[in-house]
């Protein structure tokens, strides 16, 4: 995860049994690059020492605010700002409320109120605690407030028999969580100059001149692919099918029915630096579309339709000569099933770069759904990225795909 190579996380300890997962987290961070600092309640220190957590911050771990050498040496202004992104874990009912009050009577909840850098919180409580209409305020105060969560998630809890909504994320998650959450914070200008094409949306393929074959698509997550990438200052065009969306600020939207036309508002829109296929085109055509209404009727035969398959349009750019193609490839795989494996074997048989994969089976709601929960699957390996709102997505991907191509072709 190159994205959190030297970020400085200062990782807040709450006091909950699920502090000790922080000790796995605190390791992961280290080994990816980043530098971890550690603020401990004073519950925290009831379930894992500050010696255990400062041998793997290497690190000081701070634990008063009225500590004057801690204050002195660095201060609880100066440690809320030096760090690139604050995380709270494990996040107990009682510290979100302390964070939704605005208290401010220890370190940890004075860092969270003096702070200007993004916050993500993973929760851990009793299940019944989280379903709290207390806790249920606190969370939606702090969402409204901008602060990220990842988790809790279901399970088994450490109590014997209590079972439920309440379990911290594994520090995997939590990992995947915070390089989201660095990826996608915006670089501004980081794709000045550089073209990136984007299609969007599903394609209409006509059986007659009123019906039509279409895949389910509301065209969100590739429009705010495409408006991520402007606001970074590249040079967009969208190909979009027919969706209800507005055309995003600062874009060039190219408007296409069917497969075939995006396929050739695709081809003329290169050359790209960066290409993301977003859209969901629809696999068939009609081959024999009927240029009237075909009318039904008590006598006539039911319609047969001979489907053909279309140009698959990300394949076809992915395996461009090396001189036409875009320096990075990126297709989208929505699944019902297996949604990794399948992704694995699409970005094979695509030859795309990355794969961004989603169960866009009907129980997620993703489909026309503002939220998304991805994987990004890449030749180093699949990175889980937690639920988030498809702007969200699209900055963090957006970002992480300016990242990739200035280290690897050089222009910033
Ligand atoms: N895609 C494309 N042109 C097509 C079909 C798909 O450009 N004719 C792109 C999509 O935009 C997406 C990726 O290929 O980025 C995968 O699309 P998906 O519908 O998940 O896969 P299919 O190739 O249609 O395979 P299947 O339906 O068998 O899962």
Known sequence: MAQLNKQRILLIIGGGIAAYKCLELIRRLRDHGASVRCVMTRAAQQFVTPLSVGALSNERVLTDL????????????????????????????????KMAGGHAADLATAVLMATDKAI???????????????????VALLQADGIHFVGPNAGEMAERGEAGVGRMAEPAEILAAIAAQLAGRVIAGALAGRRVLVTAGPTHEPIDPVRYIVNRSSGKQGYA?????????????????????ADPSGVRVVRVETAAQMLAATTAALPADLAIFAAAVADWRVANAADEKIKKGAKA???????????????????????????????????????IEHARKKRKSKGCDWIVANDVSPETGIMGGNRNTVHIVTADGVEDWP??????????LVARAAAHLAATTGKA
């Open 225 to 245: 692919i495409a408006a991520a990438a402007a606001a970074l200052g590249a040079d967009v065009t969208l190909v979009s099918g027919p969706v209800g969306l």
């Open 66 to 97: 009225f500590d004057l050498d801690d204050e002195r040496e660095i201060g609880h202004i100066r440690l809320s700002r030096d760090a690139d992104l604050i995380v709270v874990a494990p996040a107990t009912a009682d510290l979100l409320a």
């Open 301 to 339: 035969p039911l319609p047969k339709l001979d489907l053909v398959e279309n140009p698959d349009i990300l394949k076809t750019i992915a395996h461009l000569p090396p001189s036409q193609r875009p320096s990075l490839v990126i297709g989208f795989a929505a699944e019902t099933e297996n949604v």
């Open 387 to 396: 639920e988030m709102d498809k702007d969200k997505v699209a900055e963090a």
């Open 120 to 138: 993500l919180v993973a929760p851990a409580m009793n299940p019944l605690m989280w379903s709290h209409a207390a806790t249920r305020r606190n």
